[in-house]
C-alpha cells in the first residue's frame, strides 16, 4: 500500500508527512515499550539518544558544498567533509549507543523515580549542549539540506526491520533474562542474574 500510494500520489501530498512522522514515532513508541514495557526500567532519556543519532547524521551527510550556506555564521562549521548515507546511519546508531553506555553504567543502579530524574536530566543536558555548540550543531538554527531525504517505503522498511528484530530479542533467552528482571529483580539476583550488566 505504500509503494503504491508512492507512485500514485503526488509527490507534495501530507499524506507522505504524516506517514513518515507516523513511522518514525511507531519506533520510538517500541523502544519505550522495550525499556518502560518488557523491562520495566522507568526511562526517560530516548529523547536524548534520538536527538544524538539525528544530529550526528544529519551533520555527517550535509555534502560540502552545502556547508557554508548550512553554516553561514559559523564559517562552514567545525566539521568539513561529508559521509555516504549508510556509513553515517551506522555512525550515529554508535553514538547513540555509546553515550547510551556511557550514561546507563551509573544510571542504572537506581531504581523507580530516581532513574526516571536521572534520565530526564541527561536528556535536558543533551539538549543544552546541543544547542549551545553553535560551530557543531548550528545552534537555535538547525540543520538543513540533509540530502537523501528517505523515501515512504524505505520508513516502513526500516519499522518493519525493528519490528521483527525486537520481537526477536523479546522471545529469546535475553528478553526471558529481562522479563525476569522486570518480575522480580530480587529473586533474579538469587538465581545468578546480574541486573545492572543485563538493563545496560
Known amino acids: ?67 557554508e550556506i548550512v553554516y553561514q555564521y559559523y564559517n562552514g ?16 546508531g554508535l553514538v547513540a549507543a555509546l553515550f547510551a553506555f556511557l550514561v546507563g553504567l551509573p544510571v542504572l543502579k537506581l531504581k523507580s523515580d530516581y532513574l526516571a530524574i536521572a534520565t530526564l536530566g541527561f536528556a535536558e543536558i543533551i539538549r543544552v549542549v546541543i544547542v549551545n555548540a553553535t560551530s557543531i550543531t548550528n545552534g537555535s538554527l538547525g540543520i538543513k539540506g540533509i540530502p537523501g531525504e528517505a523515501t515512504l517505503l524505505t520508513c516502513y522498511i526500516w519499522t518493519v526491520i525493528t519490528l521483527i528484530v525486537l520481537a526477536r530479542l523479546i522471545f529469546s533467552n535475553f528478553g526471558n533474562v529481562l522479563r525476569c528482571i522486570r518480575d522480580n529483580e530480587i529473586a533474579a539476583g538469587v538465581m545468578g542474574i546480574n541486573g545492572c550488566r543485563y538493563k545496560v
Open 77 to 92: 562549521g567545525l566539521i568539513r567533509f561529508a559521509l555516504p548515507v549508510i556509513p553515517a546511519l551506522v555512525l550515529s
Open 1 to 67: 500500500l505504500v509503494f503504491a500510494a508512492e507512485q500514485l500520489l503526488p509527490a507534495s501530498s501530507m499524506l507522505f508527512i504524516v506517514l513518515k512522522k507516523g513511522a518514525t514515532y511507531a519506533l520510538v513508541a517500541v523502544s519505550m515499550n522495550l525499556l518502560n514495557g518488557f523491562t520495566g526500567i522507568f526511562s526517560l532519556g530516548q529523547a536524548g539518544f534520538m536527538l544524538l543519532g539525528a544530529y550526528t547524521f544529519a551533520i555527517f551527510t550535509i555534502p560540502e558544498e552545502s556547508r
